[in-house]
């Protein structure tokens, strides 16, 4: 997949998505909602519209 895009009349929409996943209690939302947010920040660093799935601890 190239990337999340949709036309919408003249105007283009992107959207950038960085996910998380945890297997268990062991891991605090906080740290989970960092991990994704880095996740998010790495997809946006190549140029947007896509997805990526955090490193590290979790699932």
């Known amino acids: 997949m190239d990337g999340i895009r949709q036309a919408v009349g ?5 959207a ?3 996910f998380a996943a945890s297997c268990g209690a062991q ?3 906080h740290a989970l909602m960092l991990r994704a947010d880095s996740a ?3 997809v ?5 519209g ?3 799935a955090a490193q ?4």
């Open 10 to 14: 003249a105007t283009q929409i992107s």
């Open 16 to 18: 950038s998505v960085g």
């Open 27 to 29: 891991e605090s939302l």
């Open 40 to 42: 998010l920040y790495t």
């Open 44 to 48: 946006k660093g190549k140029g947007r």
């Open 50 to 52: 896509g997805y990526a």
């Open 56 to 59: 590290g601890e979790g699932g």
